[in-house]
């Protein structure tokens, strides 16, 4: 990252349903498949999820994402996050508000725009070549469509995929170029995060791989933001903000959905210590 560039962005994601899903993703202890030991809960209340909401603002969060387990969307699933929606949106917090639930229709998207949501983060996870290889219980086209969708009602797409699961170079480029033909405002690269529970065992990546995929992701992307999200501690260590110099500009901050995140008031530290500008909205 540039030196007079040194702006990053912060994005907190609150697990409001979680390790109810039944889809088969190999990756995932959300999966009931997986048997995984973890916290597993129907719903958090509006007011927890209002509350903290607050916190991730006073963290200098400029996004706030709210993450259930599961395909995708009921009924039932639409309802509570539009009411938890308008709850934060109340709030007057001015921090971008996204929604990351699954496969969604046209038709839901816009209940949820409707309600205050900005963002809807969809991921492709991996190329579609390979999609069939982590997950047999939707296919790689079922997760394009829904970002398609996403764009079609002008919310803001956030599309990111996962490292690490056993993919080549080639999957890796043909992901990137998939989101690139999409062209989100944000997107997560996640680095995955080993559990004995989970089919698969073993992330291969070294950290100097690591690095490289995010530069080939920034050579490749012509997004506002490139973030690196779950498993940066894990993959990156004591280099985890190296990260800024090889393009990527936002991290996720706090815990993730099913396992610990770096202490935020540690991130706040360093990033000040290091010289970097923590942006106060997602245009910087």
């Not at 007079?4 to 609150?14: D, H």
Request: glycine content about 6%; hydrophobic content about 35%; proline content about 1%.
């Amino acid at each position: 990252m540039n030196q007079n560039n040194k702006k990053v962005f912060l994005c907190a994601i609150n697990n409001v349903e979680s390790g109810t899903c039944n889809e088969d993703c190999r990756f995932c202890t959300q999966s009931v498949r997986h048997k995984a030991t973890i916290k597993r809960y129907k719903r958090k209340s509006i007011d927890d999820i209002v509350y903290e909401a607050n916190i991730a603002k006073k963290n200098k969060a400029v996004g706030y994402c709210l993450v259930t387990a599961g395909g995708g969307l009921t009924d039932e699933r639409l309802e509570f996050l539009c009411n938890a929606a308008r709850a934060v949106k109340n709030e007057n917090l001015n921090i971008n508000l996204i929604a990351c639930n699954g496969l969604a229709s046209v038709e839901q998207l816009k209940e949820l725009k409707k309600a205050g949501v900005d963002s809807y983060n969809h991921n492709l996870e991996t190329s579609k070549e390979f999609y069939n290889q982590i997950c047999t219980t939707h296919s790689w086209n079922d997760r394009f469509q829904t970002c398609l969708n996403i764009n079609e009602v002008g919310l803001n797409l956030i599309c990111g995929g996962i490292f690490g699961l056993g993919e080549t170079q080639e999957d890796r480029i043909s992901m990137l170029n998939s989101i690139a033909f999409l062209n989100p405002k944000n997107v997560p690269l996640n680095f995955f995060h080993p559990n004995k529970a989970l089919p698969i065992q073993n992330n291969t990546l070294d950290v100097d791989t690591s690095f490289k995929i995010i530069s080939k992701a920034r050579e490749i992307l012509d997004s506002d933001m490139l973030m690196v999200a779950g498993g940066r501690e894990v993959t990156f260590k004591e280099r985890q903000y190296d990260i800024f110099e090889y393009g990527a500009n936002a991290i996720v901050i706090g815990d993730y959905l099913t396992t610990d995140g770096e202490n935020v008031s540690k991130d706040l530290e360093n990033l000040e210590r290091l010289g970097f500008q923590i942006a106060k909205n997602c245009e910087g």
